[in-house]
């Protein structure tokens, strides 16, 4: 039985126990949790977003709350509420968190929590084309096809970043073609089958494909990394939350992994881990993309 077929069995489980869609206790505080659509195309669909509302209920499951749960178009939606005060916690694409930086900061406290999908918690993206290629350096793919799954707005930023770096050009001038893939792995199969010259995918990938399908590790190589330096989706917390609730909250963020309707939702947005981080560690990837703007605006004064 397919992941698919399972996942309607797995929330009817669910809602059958009562975790979602009980009705609304005494006394209780009314707290959202928004996500912005765009860049987390994994949460696209009604599923998904059944199961954020699990989430919800796990993340308040010994407390009074009622966390909503909220799907965004924008980042100017978000910073809306977040101003007018009906914003408590927001699931976010990295990116828009690299380029609405200024506007956030007075806005969220430093308690972030980001989703680690890898072994490790920082992406490592890679270049990988075909054993056939011939291969020199990164121009030399100049006119060749790509395959990116290009809903990943963090990596498609570092793509740009790269093309402009060694080509002094955009992605879309460089190839002769980007496929938009349907899911990651996909992009190394279509480098494996060679129905693309490169794709640009985070390494844990790369090994998820060879452990599935040994024979792909004879068939490509990797022949640039970024370095670990990225991670892909944050959880925000926004200040003047209820310090009980947030503090409930906190915890049972904390031991989702370890609770077995928190595994599931984990793996079903093919997620690891979500673990609490500082600041700090965003500050890799911060630095490349006030890099790529300050180049960007060089090109263009």
Known sequence: MSKHSI????????????????????????MTLAYIETGLKELNNTDKHVALQILAKELTKNVD???AVTPLNSVREMLDLANA???????????????NIEQLRPLITDEIWAAQRGQDLEEDYVLIVNNDTD?????SLSGKRLSTYTDDL?????????IQREANTSPERFFKSIKDTRTLSQSV?????KT?????????????????????????????????NFIMALILVFKNNPETEANAIRGNLQELP??????????????????QIPPESLNNMLSLYRQHQENQHKKTH
């Open 65 to 67: 709350t009622r966390l």
């Open 135 to 139: 291969y020199r350096d990164i121009r």
């Open 7 to 30: 996942l309607p069995i797995f929330l009817s489980g669910l809602l059958g126990l009562g975790l979602c869609g009980s009705p609304a206790r005494a006394q209780e505080k009314n």
């Open 196 to 228: 693309s010259d490169a794709c640009l995918v985070p390494n844990h990938i790369v090994d998820l494909v060879v452990e599935l399908n040994p024979a792909v590790k004879q068939g490509i190589k990797i022949v640039h990394h970024s370095g670990a």
């Open 154 to 162: 963090l990596m498609g930023f570092y793509l740009q970043q790269l």
């Open 189 to 193: 199969l279509d480098v494996f089958f």
């Open 258 to 275: 370890n609770s077995v309707a928190g595994q599931q939702i984990l793996e079903l947005f093919h997620i690891k881990t979500i673990t």
């Open 85 to 99: 005060g009906k914003l408590n916690y927001s699931l976010i694409n990295s990116y828009f968190y690299l380029k």
